[in-house]
């Protein structure tokens, strides 16, 4: 201290040997590095420690279990390190230690404490032994549903399902319980395929739930219900259901074998799984009807068709379809069969209408004016005088708003979805016309369009429709009627050549040979008429009606 | 080719498939609409008025004929005016209460029609289209020129045209039919073409056979025909009368009773009414309205005599009773002396008509064909002699008349 | 899979209205002109004798098919007159198919062409109609079946449009019944090859077919019957309202009598044009079978597996050719050469060959 106490700047580490900032900030560094290094070393290790493990374990499998619980608690842990959700409960079942693991959130614990804990602590001297699982199962454990199971690729899904796992000190097996409960939506109304006067009920996503309800329908012992787990990852349960005696003999292997050769990682929606099913994958048309209605299935069902119901999904597929299947809605059936036939047979003349009509507009408007009589070609020569554009311009601005409509009306909230009907009508109808921009004809020719779509039963298929209208326009604009005739032919030609499971799309529409089926086709008759399945599905058993056993 | 790209190259493919895709949309974007045209981009035609050029010349305010309705053309003469009557699109006000016009005529001379129709495109800002053309009014003094045949070769040959286009002959100007307007407001020609419609309850006017179509058949058959007649005096056109022609020259006319002769004969009018001097007092007249009508027109030939048998079947009402004394309606004798009367008025009319016909050397009720078709093997030996045969053929008429009702208050 | 295989052949009943439907076509439009020049107001006895004559020239072919079932008559023509022959008489069956299709192309064509779109090359036209033929040929034969079966409905909505003709009948204009010119009736037959067309496509489409308990002459009798009657009535109703002398001097008088049809008060104005849409299924069926015929005929004689590989060869000389007779001259030319060849064919070389099978029969008998 025999400096004088001057006022120099000096840094802090030419007094304190280690507090140099620099260095510091280095050795940061490199302890950065070191922690990196080390996360690196620890994953190869557990990738090594996997390895290892697999060595041990059988083809694909993880690891094997062994006979010490705390090894096992160990290997379950590493498989699924970083699962919070995943609760590991520790006991003691007699002398041994126990330990139940499960998924809180898809496990009814108060199950498991009854069924598993109770019984095996409450129960059991503290010396007792165990030599193998069976013993166990077989005398303490109450729950409903249990298996044992020995590969650990197994063990981890059923963890993973909602089914806990129980793991005894030296038994090498591990018990897995079923006590999945998880929260799920009730049974409600169909959201899209909502009928006046049929049954309301409809799927939800549960497959448990969805089977119950076709099972209820009928209790027919040759239904047939074939569950596999599709999707690598996701292992999501699918369920064929058929009716064995009466579907094709053939259909059901073909379908299955489609099924089990399916090789994605995920399956999350019904459409996932149709996409597999089809074999023409740029058709716009649908192959497998989705429905959400039981008492479609069943009925399909019983005409010899199969249903594959999947879970999380409320859309349930059936195949083979056709088109007459798109255009039937179970309003046919609860009706009056007079009412019914003339409901039906202004569907298919929606169909045409939902396809041709701007084009047939277009073409008459630009090509062929004659066909008009003399007052109605004036007054629309009139309205068309006033407005800017080609024909076929302002066909495809409505036709374009229509269905930016159609899609703003999907996505809104329900609260606006009011005010979004009266916007939609004021811009599309008046305003439109009054600003001169199309004339009052062709609204009036795109709203029957647009009804036209609306009214198709299927969702789906409306949409299809809407594909072939814009070529149909194009065609009509390049060659009138001409060329609506011949866009009408080549799609005649396009139906006729889609094929499902080697079933014509079009079903029994205008094929002679199965002219008994045209009493369910374009008209619904009565069903003292209806004595016989369709004959195009090939059933095997072709009574309905009466009839022997 | 197909087979020499390589599967593996997917630059080649993608290329291949974009330029396919951008060939076929050009083709879209380019061609096509050859034929496309809007509505409002053609010029509705509703009547065609054929005139007479010189006529119209003369009549025409100035001195010469308007240089717009006129072209230079190296063969061909100035022969015929063509005027066309034009609808209008856009809605004109009304001013002061006067109904707004909805037409307006364009004109052009010269011969063959299509030069004229094509050159008239100079006059129009839009496409003349002819698929809606109501009416064909040719004027007298044009048919006189040439015939008729010259007239309305285009209209036959145009594929455009329809079959059952009115066609009537004025012996005054044509195109001032085309200038009319009519008061109901709706386009001239709309309303030349309604007035025909009523033929089948006005028995002064022939209808059933007389528009273009049966025209151009009989034409092609070298058979007599009969066009409408319509007269145009101060702004009022009225229809009535026959025009008739034979080898496509006019003949003359038939008069609103000739006419009445004419539908008896064909029995084509659903609607009709006879007026007859009431038997018991000859000074008042008594109306019969026929509703019902069955002619039969039957060749016969006995040794070496041609007739024709007409036989008419009329079943009708009492429609108007003028007497000044009330009859008693359930007298049956009286009623049935009625009927004779109408009786003897209709085959009187038949019997004046075929007299005129045969003195005219015009045969409409085409007894031609019905000689053929009935006696085939007679017709072979006297078809050369027919034009000297035809005006000696006697015509016996029987007519059967019922009085079905009498009205609803006597 | 005993189901699936049961649906591939056709009943007799589909092969009747196969024939049918593909002998209707837009050819008997500008045939309709010189035939009834030819048989004046008799035309309706023309197209009954037409229907007999042609029907036994289908009934032949019927009976020359089933006396070598599985067989197309690619295959079994060479072992009834050898291997060169066979080859003429397989390539002249070709030109009578490719003479179908070139006469159905050019009078679809010309029609739309005159009535609808008047502006637009016919080029266009017949390669649209063309592109359209041959989607539908490249398909197999269950989607072409099921093809006919639909646009077969076009027939009866073609009809209902032409009887509105009715409306104009008179029955003087198809007076005198008594025929004066029984030559003339019997050239009015010549021309009726126009109007039923495509039967050819039997000797072909015959193995398809399951032989069942009705027998294929019944059903493609029955559709002659009826394809016979529509033209006899047809005949009747057209001389009746329009004449014969107006017939002979309209280039296509079928759709001159529609145009003389007006009904006031519809909606329905121009009716030619409807009944022109209503003629297109007919000749697309008629061309599609015949190119159809074609090329399974090649692919079965020449052992091909796919008939799609016959459909390009051919297409440019269709093309070309349509293109080429639309001359009047040309046209007319190409007119008499259809009809001889057709007549040849269906009247000469199949007698000749079921001549040859008999007597073949007779001498395997012997032995």
């Known amino acids: ?549 | 080719m197909l087979s020499r790209i390589n599967k593996g190259n997917v630059t080649a493919r993608v290329w291949r498939i974009a330029a396919a895709a951008i060939g076929i949309c050009a083709c879209l974007l380019t061609t096509g609409c050859w034929d496309a045209k809007e509505m409002q981009d053609r010029n509705f035609i509703l009547v065609a008025a054929i005139d007479d050029a010189d006529i119209v010349k003369k009549s025409e305010s100035e001195k010469q004929i308007a240089q717009t309705q006129t072209f230079v053309q190296k063969q061909g003469t100035k022969e015929y005016m063509l005027s066309l009557q034009v609808l209008k699109l856009a809605k004109t006000e009304s001013k002061g209460g006067v109904q707004a016009e909805k037409t307006f005529v364009i004109s052009n001379t010269g011969k063959p029609m299509f030069e004229m129709v094509r050159d008239m495109l100079g006059q129009s800002s839009k496409s003349l289209y002819f698929e809606q053309l109501d009416a064909i009014v040719i004027s007298e003094a044009a048919v006189k020129k040439n015939g008729l045949r010259p007239i309305i070769d285009f209209f036959r040959r145009d594929p455009e045209m329809r079959s059952r286009t009115k066609i009537f002959i004025t012996p005054g100007e044509a195109k001032a039919i085309a200038k009319y307007s009519p008061p109901t407001g709706e386009p001239g020609g709309v309303y030349l073409n309604g007035l025909v419609r009523n033929h089948k309850k006005n028995i002064h006017v022939g209808g059933a056979r007389t528009d273009f179509g049966y025209i151009i058949q009989a034409m092609d058959n070298d058979a007599d025909y009969a066009i409408l007649r319509l007269d145009y005096v101060d702004n009022v056109p009225k229809l009535g009368g026959l025009a008739l022609f034979k080898h496509d020259i006019l003949m003359g006319y038939a008069d609103e009773y000739l006419t009445r002769g004419v539908k008896f004969t064909y029995g084509t009018e659903k609607s009709a009414v006879i007026a007859i001097k009431c038997p018991e007092h000859p000074e008042q007249e008594i109306v019969y309205e026929l509703f019902q009508h069955d002619t039969k027109l039957i060749p016969h030939i006995e040794g070496d005599a041609i007739y024709f048998t007409l036989d008419i079947t009329m079943q009708g009402n009492i429609g108007e009773i003028d007497c000044t004394v009330k009859h008693d309606m359930h007298d049956f004798s009286f009623l049935h002396s009625i009927e004779q009367a109408v009786a003897q008025e209709v085959s009187q009319n038949a019997q004046d008509t075929w007299k005129f016909q045969q003195q005219l050397g015009v045969d409409i009720p085409n007894t031609k064909a019905r000689f053929k078709g009935r006696h085939p093997f007679e017709w072979k030996k006297i078809k050369d002699r027919w034009e000297e045969i035809y005006p000696t053929i006697p015509l016996i008429t029987s007519v059967n008349v019922n009085i079905r009702g009498i009205g609803e208050h006597d | 899979m005993a189901n699936l295989e049961a649906k591939g052949k056709m009943s007799a009943w589909q092969l009747g209205i196969v024939i049918t439907s593909g002998l209707l076509t837009a050819r008997l439009l500008t045939a309709t002109s010189p035939f009834v020049s030819c048989a004046q107001q008799l035309a309706w006895l023309s197209s009954a004798l037409a229907g007999v004559l042609f029907y036994l020239a289908a009934y032949l072919m019927i009976r020359l098919g089933q006396q070598f079932p599985e067989e197309t008559i690619g295959e079994y023509i060479p072992s009834l007159v050898g291997r060169k022959f066979g080859a003429i008489i397989f390539l002249v069956f070709i030109i009578v198919l490719l003479v179908n299709i070139i006469n159905c192309a050019a009078a679809l064509t010309t029609l739309v062409s005159i009535f609808l779109l008047d502006r637009t090359p016919q080029e266009f036209l017949v390669i649209v109609l063309l592109v359209a033929v041959v989607y539908g040929t490249v398909q197999d034969w269950r989607t072409i079946l099921r093809v006919i079966q639909i646009l077969f409905f076009g027939l009866p909505m073609l009809y209902i449009f032409y009887s509105l003709i009715w409306l104009n009948f008179d029955p003087l204009n198809l007076l005198p019944l008594w025929p004066d010119n029984f030559i003339g009736i019997l050239q009015g037959v010549a021309y009726h090859t126009n109007y039923y067309t495509g039967y050819e496509s039997l000797l072909v489409l015959l193995p398809l077919a399951n032989r069942g308990k009705v027998s294929f002459t019944r059903t493609v009798g029955w559709g002659f019957l009826v394809i016979t009657l529509i033209y006899v009535f047809g005949a009747i109703v057209l001389v009746g309202s329009i004449t014969a002398k107006t017939i002979a001097s309209v280039e296509q008088p079928v759709i001159y009598g529609m145009k003389s049809v007006e009904l006031p008060g519809t909606f329905i104005e121009r009716l030619e044009n409807y009944m022109i849409m209503f003629f297109i299924p007919g000749t697309y069926i008629s061309m599609v079978l015949s190119y159809f015929a074609i090329a399974e005929g090649c692919r079965k004689s020449l052992k091909y597996k796919d008939h799609r590989t016959f459909i390009p060869v051919f297409l440019p000389l269709i093309f070309w050719v349509s293109v080429f007779i639309y001359d009047p001259q040309r046209y007319h030319v190409f007119q008499n050469f259809s009809m001889f060849i057709a007549f040849f064919f269906s009247f000469v070389i199949i007698p000749l060959l079921l001549f040859l099978v008999w007597r073949k029969k007779g001498r395997d008998q012997q032995c």
């Open chain 1, 1 to 549: 201290m025999d400096k004088p106490l001057g006022f120099r700047f000096h840094k802090l580490s030419a007094v304190q040997a280690n507090s140099s900032i620099s260095e510091t900030c280095h050795r940061l560094a490199l302890l950065q590095k070191q922690v990196q290094q080390s996360k690196e070393i620890e994953a190869a290790i557990s990738v090594a420690v996997k390895d290892l493990r697999k060595a041990m374990a059988p083809d694909g499998q993880p690891f094997i279990f062994t006979n010490n619980i705390e090894m096992n608690e160990q290997l379950v842990r590493s498989a699924l390190s970083r699962c919070d959700d995943i609760k590991y409960r520790s006991f003691r079942a007699g002398k041994a230690k126990a330990l139940l693991v499960y998924l809180s959130g898809l496990t009814d614990t108060s199950k498991l404490e009854k069924t598993v804990i109770e019984c095996l602590t409450g129960k059991l001297e503290s010396n007792e032994t165990f030599g193998d699982m069976n013993e166990i199962t077989d005398l303490l454990i109450t729950a409903a549903n249990v298996t044992v199971v020995e590969k650990p690729t197994e063990v981890i899904t059923n963890i993973l399902k909602g089914n806990s796992l129980l793991l005894i000190d030296g038994i090498s097996d591990a018990l897995s319980i079923d006590a999945a409960k998880y929260e799920k939506r009730q049974i409600s109304k169909s959201e899209n395929e909502d009928v006046s006067k049929g049954p309301h009920d409809a799927f939800n996503e549960t497959l448990s739930d969805n089977l119950a309800l076709v099972r209820r329908r009928t209790k027919d012992p040759d239904l047939k219900v074939e569950i596999f787990e599709i999707g690598s990852r996701t292992q999501t349960p699918v369920a064929l259901l058929y009716v064995d005696d009466i579907v094709k003999p053939g259909l059901v292997d073909e379908i299955r074998n489609q099924l089990l050769s399916i090789d994605i990682d995920k399956v999350i929606i019904a459409a996932n799984i149709e996409e597999f099913l089809s074999n023409r994958i740029w058709n716009p048309f649908p192959q497998a009807l989705a429905t959400e209605r039981p008492d479609k299935i069943v009925a399909g069902l019983y005409e010899g068709r199969i249903s594959i119901i999947i879970d999380n999904s409320p859309s349930a597929l059936m195949l083979p379809v056709s088109l007459q299947d798109f255009m039937q809605s179970v309003d046919d059936y609860t009706e009056r069969p007079a009412v019914a036939s003339l409901t039906r047979f202004s569907r298919y003349v929606s169909l045409f209408i939902a396809v041709f009509l701007p084009a047939i507009y277009v073409s008459i408007v630009s090509y062929h004016p004659g066909m008009l009589p003399a007052g109605l070609a004036f007054s629309i020569a009139e309205l068309r005088a006033k407005t800017p554009f080609p024909s076929l311009l302002e066909a495809f601005l409505m036709e374009g708003l229509l269905e930016i409509f159609q899609e703003a009306i999907v996505r809104l909230p329900q609260k606006l979805a009011a005010a979004a009907g009266v916007v939609g009508a004021l811009v599309i109808g008046t305003t439109v016309v009054e600003a001169a921009l199309v004339n009052a004809l062709l609204v009036v020719v795109i709203a029957l369009t647009g009804l036209s779509t609306f009214s198709m039963p299927s969702y789906t298929f409306g949409m299809a429709l809407r594909f072939f209208r814009i070529p149909a326009l194009l065609a009509s604009s390049v060659l009138g009627l001409y060329g609506v005739a011949i866009f009408a032919i080549v799609m005649i030609v396009f139906l006729c050549s889609l094929r499902t499971y080697d079933e014509s799309y079009l079903g029994d529409l205008f094929d002679i040979t199965l002219i008994a089926d045209w009493k369910d086709g374009v008209v619904r008759l009565p069903a003292k008429f209806l004595t016989s399945r369709p004959k195009r599905l090939g059933p095997k058993d072709r009574t309905r009606l009466g009839g022997e056993d």
